[in-house]
């Protein structure tokens, strides 16, 4: 199978590191445009020329914007009025007990997890819907139907961008958009890599071995029985975003590993 994504223009949010850049990566390899989103400009641009390493032909651009709140939004939206491909990514995760998580942590997560993708969503779905054509992907997680007891907070938004995107592929049936959510699971990223840094060092083992027996300890029903990669990841969300998935919508795929025990 030949993805080729040539003439449309992808924007992936919080691209700058982890499942984000290589799926910006993936994307540009497949011969989309695509425009690398973060809250730095210099990691913006540190993105831009890493993808460029294994794209040398991709055109790219960057915008440096805090998607969480309205004002950022509108600076994208104001740099890049066009979107075919739309894969809402950026967000963020950490432990607190739900007695210890106040409101301003509840409203930062909601904003950032939620809120990005929802005002980039009612944006841009319209002139998908009147090109007939339109790719939008909601990065949920394992989390959204195994909340985790230390980040209720956090599996509480991923269950909402789920919901979302599902309820987004019904208001966009007939129209040749389709919206889907991906579902990682325990992923190799530079945050999971930051968080074990410490036992790789005190080990002397791989961060894929540390990664292993983390998935092992914490997430027993994992098939993989490991940490699965970004571009493990990046690779189903291309496939989402390509012609041939057209057939797929409303649709919660999963890339966790197996750790969601349900058939």
Same mark, same amino acid.
């Given at each position: ?157 991923? /269950? ?6 599902? #309820? $987004? ?5 007939? =129209? *040749?958009?389709?919206?889907?959510? @991906?579902?990682?699971?325990? /992923? ?6 930051? #968080? $074990? ?5 005190? =080990? *002397?083992?791989?961060?894929?071995? @540390? ?12 098939? $993989? ?12 969300? @291309? ?25």
């Amino acid at each position: 199978m030949k993805i080729d994504l040539t003439g449309k223009t992808a924007i992936v949010t919080g691209s700058t590191k982890g499942i984000g850049h290589a799926t910006a990566a993936g994307l540009a390899q497949a011969g989309a445009q695509v425009v690398v989103t973060g809250r730095n400009a210099e990691d913006v641009e540190a993105a831009i020329a890493s993808i460029r390493d294994t794209a040398p032909q991709a055109e790219l651009s960057g915008v440096a914007a805090d998607l969480a709140t309205p004002e950022g939004t509108k600076a994208l939206l104001d740099a890049a009025p066009k979107c075919d491909i739309l894969v809402n990514n950026a967000g963020i995760f950490g432990g607190h007990d739900f007695f210890d998580a106040d409101d301003d942590l509840w409203q930062r997560y909601w904003d950032v997890n939620v809120m990005s993708g929802v005002r980039l969503a009612r944006a841009y779905l319209p002139a998908m819907e009147k090109a007939g054509w339109g790719r939008v992907i909601f990065l949920g997680s394992e989390s959204a139907f195994n909340i985790p007891a230390d980040m209720i907070h956090y599996g509480v938004t991923k /269950t909402a961008y789920v919901s979302l995107a599902r #309820g $987004l592929a019904k208001r966009m049936a007939g =129209t *040749g958009v389709t919206v889907n959510s @991906v579902l990682p699971g325990p /992923t190799l990223s530079d945050g999971m890599k930051a #968080g $074990l840094k410490d036992k790789v060092d005190d =080990t *002397g083992k791989s961060y894929e071995e @540390v990664a292993a027996e983390f998935v092992k300890e914490n997430r027993p029903s994992s098939v $993989l029985q490991r940490a699965t990669s970004v571009e493990e990841v990046a690779n189903m969300i @291309v496939y989402a975003c390509s012609v041939q998935a057209s057939g797929t919508s409303g649709a919660s795929l999963r890339v966790e590993g197996g750790v969601i025990d349900t058939i």
